[in-house]
């Protein structure tokens, strides 16, 4: 979509969109009435004319003056008996549920053995990701390695090198905290103006999970290893492409870097890194080492070579930006987004995610008009350090474009940049590191589509 069709879809739409035009402004402006009386109101003002179109839409059958049939008639489920137990012993969703799974990109390069696929944003509720959906990335493949043959080594500046079996490992003491993980490529496409259709696929190389293991600190502590003078570790994977990462000492010191074996009550999933992964709260993905085997201490970073050719940022002057892998505050409303359709006019929850890599969300603001006039979300609990914060906002559609945004703050006061801000500083032929505002255009005929607000 050009500039021009932004621009006028930024004019049609009025600020007072975010309320019906027959005067449930005043519900806020005087706070006369509460949430629920503003959802009466919105879902009243819109009943006539809303409920059969909504309910061709969905392919269900229109209520007759006998009432709903689903309603009259009881189902088969409701006078039979049922299904027993899985036979295969481990849970599986509805099959009414089939389509929801991580998705590989269109646009990537395919070869014999896919590396990215993303998380189905839209479909998600809360801030856990089911391992099941959580987003991949792969250098070289993922493996299933057999627990009982798996090494977890130490050395470097250490008083004792030292090696772990996966029992020693899980033996020890362990914690379980709830982070996000963020490939540094995340949203890479949208510095390109190239627009991919869905939240899916801008935002969806994104989860978060409560993972489960040892900290680092105490297998280092365990080794004798040089707190003072050992500045960085090297972290390195066990999988083909000899994952190796810089990771700073004063991250591990904190006690939040993570030798994990756990993901959401479980052990690691193979592409997740099973049978041991390092969990690097707030830095980028790449660094959270899949496959974990070895832990080298040093007293400078190490420019491997996945640091010094790749995740590095292209600034204008053509210098690249090293080390910056702290994922910064962002957010993106989830629905409505770009490949969904409003069905009628009326009430709607505006939902998405905030997040960022310096610690917990302070606030999340959204816009429906393109930026001009914000309105507070509310955050919904828990929210944590590190992790993903779920929002919400009471918004009444009045039929009208519409462009919606989301702007996430963080405890350090740090801002979710606009593109234009973004591209001040970092100019236009970065791939890593987006974390400016997204924009969804929903057209009059309800359908919302991906475009750039500068």
């Known amino acids: 979509m050009n500039n021009n069709s932004i621009n006028s879809a930024r004019v049609q739409k009025a600020p007072e969109s975010f309320l019906t035009p027959s005067g449930i402004q005043e519900v806020f402006a005087e706070g006369k009435k509460g949430r629920r009386d503003f959802i009466r109101s919105a879902f009243a003002a819109a009943a006539a004319g809303a409920a059969a179109p909504m309910a061709l839409a969905q392919g269900n059958p229109v209520p007759t003056e006998g009432g709903d049939p689903h309603i009259l008639n009881l189902p088969e489920h409701a006078t ?77 500046m250490v008083k004792q090198n030292m090696v772990f079996t996966m029992d020693e490992i899980m033996r020890l003491p362990s914690v379980s905290r709830f982070h996000f993980i963020e490939c540094g490529a995340n949203t890479a496409v949208d510095w390109g103006n190239v627009a991919v259709p869905t939240v899916q696929y801008t935002h969806g ?55 994990a074996y756990g993901q959401n009550g479980e052990m690691l999933r193979p592409e997740n890194g099973y049978p041991l992964r390092l969990i690097v709260p707030g830095v980028q993905g790449v660094s959270w080492v899949k496959y974990l085997r070895r832990i080298e201490v040093g007293d400078k970073p190490y420019a491997a070579k996945d640091e010094a050719i790749h995740y590095m940022d292209l600034q204008p002057g053509g210098l690249h930006r090293q080390y910056t892998n702290i994922q910064e505050v962002k957010s993106v409303v989830t629905t409505p987004s770009g490949g969904q359709v409003l069905l009628d006019k ?107 607000v500068s």
């Not at 089939?98 to 014999?112: C, E, F, I």
């Not at 489960?212 to 003078?229: C, S």
């Not at 963080?410 to 890593?432: A, F, K, M, N, W």
Request: hydrophobic fraction near 35%.
């Open 80 to 156: 039979s008996l049922g299904q027993g137990v899985a036979v295969e012993g481990y849970g599986k969703p509805s099959k009414f549920e089939s389509n929801l799974q991580r998705r590989q990109s269109p646009g990537l390069t395919q070869t014999n053995q896919a590396s990215v696929s993303f998380a189905p944003l839209q479909s998600l509720f809360g801030i856990v990701t089911p391992s099941g959906l959580h987003f991949e990335r792969h250098h070289q493949g993922w493996w299933d390695i057999d627990p009982s043959k798996h090494r977890f080594m130490i050395n470097g």
């Open 346 to 452: 009326g009430f709607y929850n505006i939902t998405g995610l905030a997040w960022s890599g310096k610690g917990k969300i302070q606030r999340v603001d959204v816009s429906v008009d393109g930026g001009r006039n914000w309105r507070q979300a509310r955050l919904e609990t828990p929210v944590l350090s590190k992790a993903l914060t779920r929002f919400n906002l009471d918004w009444v559609w009045d039929g009208k474009p519409a462009i919606i945004q989301s702007r996430a703050q963080d405890e350090t006061g740090h801002v979710q940049p606009t593109y234009q801000q973004l591209r001040g500083v970092r100019g236009t032929r970065s791939i890593y590191h987006n974390n400016a505002i997204q924009s969804w255009l929903v057209q009059e005929n309800g359908e919302v589509k991906n475009v750039q």
């Open 205 to 259: 190389m994104i989860s978060c999970s409560e993972f489960t293991g040892v900290p680092l600190i105490t297998l280092l502590e365990l080794a004798g290893a040089d707190l003072k003078n050992g500045k960085f570790v090297l972290a390195e994977g066990g999988d083909g492409s000899s994952m190796t990462r810089t990771i700073p000492m004063s991250l591990i010191t904190s006690g939040e870097v993570l030798v």
